[in-house]
């Protein structure tokens, strides 16, 4: 994929959920990946070093903060793609700091596209937003069915939320990522930089330290493990589209690879409709799978949320060319068995995914 291009390839967040996977099948294929991560999260420091132990030297650690201006610059003007996940993920840390949240997610983006804009080979920029730019969707109406808020509107109940919704910034996290998706895209209309713009829904899978801010599929999961206390925020109806991490891998190189075709586009990425579940259908699903009933708690709806968001796949899977996704609940599965390896329990043999199904009706 390098074309004689021996420069490596840098992943800001590169320790997390996601970016780990990524350097993983980058690192499998060849490439030299840097590891651009603060290693602040807790258990993050453990996917870097399962990288260094598979990788070796493909895999270079720069334990940096995002907001560190001079190294960011130097790492994205000696690379030849920026993967960029490194972000303030949380909305409720947003609306308690939200002055950290505008420099790690603002300030630190445009830092980074100027030193994109200004290398003297302009890397590729693929950037990580978020479903949230599209605010709490209120103005849709809604039916709540056997699998949680449906929106009245066929063509939103067919398909999802498409990339034409009007953007509609809410919470302080709202306001910070969408800027900087919009600085992405801007930068690419306005100084020809190869830059795209992923607008993810629910990313879930192994290496994932799923916590009750972010990454809430592993955080049920882990919660269930541990035979401890689940809290819904809101009446546990809300639906969303979730999607296993190795997918969303193949949409991000997919997107690298198609960068001079696709540059100056954003592309809502998740599971799609086959792959939207409500709350309480899931964690019937997960209760089925660690073979425990749940201790479910329930607690006001938090700021922004969105009864609904299931996103319109149509664009990223026929312009990136994807692949069908994998099926939630095999996927969910496959998430708890990997948290029981790693916390040394056996899990119950997985119940047949129709039985399963019809568990959650």
């Known amino acids: 994929m390098n074309g004689g291009d021996e420069r490596p390839i840098l992943i800001t967040g590169g320790a997390g959920f996601i970016g780990s996977n990524l350097a993983d099948r980058l690192a499998r294929q060849g490439e030299t990946v840097v590891i651009y991560d ?136 709202g306001c910070s990522k969408g800027a900087a998706d919009q600085y992405v895209l ?29 990454g809430w599929v592993a955080h049920f999961l882990i919660r269930a493990l541990e035979g401890s206390p689940i809290t819904l925020y809101g009446d546990g109806h809300q639906v969303r589209d979730i999607l296993d991490v190795s997918d969303a891998v193949d949409a991000y190189l997919a997107a690298w690879r198609r960068i001079d075709r696709i540059a100056g586009q954003a592309f809502n990425l998740g599971g799609g409709p086959a792959n939207a579940v409500s709350l309480r259908t899931l964690l019937d699903h997960v209760s089925a799978i660690t073979g425990r009933p749940l201790d479910l708690h329930f607690d006001d709806w938090r700021a922004g949320d969105q009864r609904f968001f299931v996103a319109d796949t149509r664009k990223a899977r026929e312009t990136l060319e994807l692949g069908t996704p994998t099926h939630w609940q095999d996927g969910v599965t496959a998430l708890a068995r990997w948290l029981g390896e790693e916390r040394g329990l056996t899990l119950p043999r997985a119940p047949r995914r129709e039985t399963a199904e019809a568990m959650a009706l």
Not at 94 to 118: G, K, M, Q
Not at 121 to 142: Q, R
Not at 188 to 196: E, K
């Open 38 to 173: 603060a290693l602040r999260r807790p258990g993050v420091e453990r996917n870097l070093a399962w990288l260094q132990a598979r990788h070796g030297d493909r895999i270079r650690p720069l334990i940096a903060d995002i907001r560190e201006t001079a190294t960011l610059v130097e790492a994205v003007r000696s690379a030849r793609a920026v993967f960029h996940f490194a972000a303030q993920v949380a909305v409720t840390t947003s609306l308690t700091d939200p002055t950290s949240d505008f420099e790690v997610n603002i300030a630190s983006t445009f830092a980074l596209l100027e030193a994109a804009r200004t290398a003297a080979i302009p890397p590729a920029v693929i950037f990580a937003s978020t479903n949230k730019v599209y605010g709490d969707l209120a103005d849709l109406d809604f039916d709540l069915g056997e699998n949680g808020y449906q929106p009245t509107d066929p063509a939103v109940r067919a398909h999802g939320i498409g990339e034409g919704r009007p953007l509609d910034f809410h919470t302080p996290y």
């Open 186 to 214: 801007d930068y690419a209309r306005s100084y020809g930089l190869r830059a795209a713009v992923l607008r993810m829904s629910c990313i879930y899978g192994q290496r994932q330290m799923g916590t009750e801010d972010q």
